[in-house]
């Protein structure tokens, strides 16, 4: 799966949104890693999805991206949603912005 793959929809305007990304490098990485979060500018909507994080981190793996002595997935599943927790919360109290879950499909 690469990246573009990833689509979720705002629920309010059902807009196609892709994911922005977060930089989670850490000191097992010489790669930058990139985690997912989809926010919708016009409703003021953000999004951390937990699946698509997942995916994201399993990819990684994939691409050689973090070392062998990379912490578990569950470590690292963990590292990274407080990273990206961190910029949507700041999101929220600067920018007004409201946590809620984007969806799946388009309906
Ligand atoms: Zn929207």
């Not at 705002?10 to 000191?27: A, F, H, L, Q």
Request: proline share 4%.
């Amino acid at each position: 799966m690469s990246k573009d793959d990833y689509v979720l929809y705002c629920p309010k305007c059902n807009g196609e949104k892709r994911p922005d990304w977060v930089i989670g490098t850490r000191s097992y990485s010489a790669q930058r890693l990139d985690v997912p979060y989809f926010a919708c500018g016009g409703c003021r909507l953000i999004c951390i999805d937990r699946t698509v994080l997942r995916q994201a981190i399993s990819s990684w793996r994939r691409d050689g991206l973090v070392s062998k002595n990379t912490p578990s997935h569950k470590q690292l599943y963990k590292e990274m949603l407080d990273v990206v927790n961190k910029v949507v919360d700041m999101y929220c109290q600067t920018a007004g912005y409201k946590r809620c879950r984007f969806r799946k499909a388009n309906s």
